[in-house]
């Protein structure tokens, strides 16, 4: 399962809220709830994610088994 918990983590290091995302990056609000609920997002958002927080996919993305995230 892909999980989004990185790029909160991110988004905190580098101070870019949630707002920040939407209003002066025009990141649409159904996009951060994708997000939030570990929905699948294009590779285009990722990417887009990565420009704005100048990170890696590491820093938005990771991989857990089934079982991990169960916890």
């Known amino acids: 399962m892909i999980t989004y918990d990185p790029l909160w983590k ?4 580098k101070n870019v809220s949630q707002y920040s995302l939407i209003k002066n990056f025009h990141i649409s609000p159904a996009q951060i709830t994708r997000l939030k609920r570990n929905e699948s ?4 958002t990722i990417d887009t994610f990565c ?7 590491s820093d938005i ?11």
């Open 41 to 44: 997002v294009s590779t285009h």
């Open 10 to 13: 991110t988004m905190k290091q």
């Open 51 to 57: 420009e704005i927080l100048d990170c890696s996919v």
């Open 61 to 71: 993305m990771e991989y857990k088994k089934a079982s991990q995230t169960d916890n």
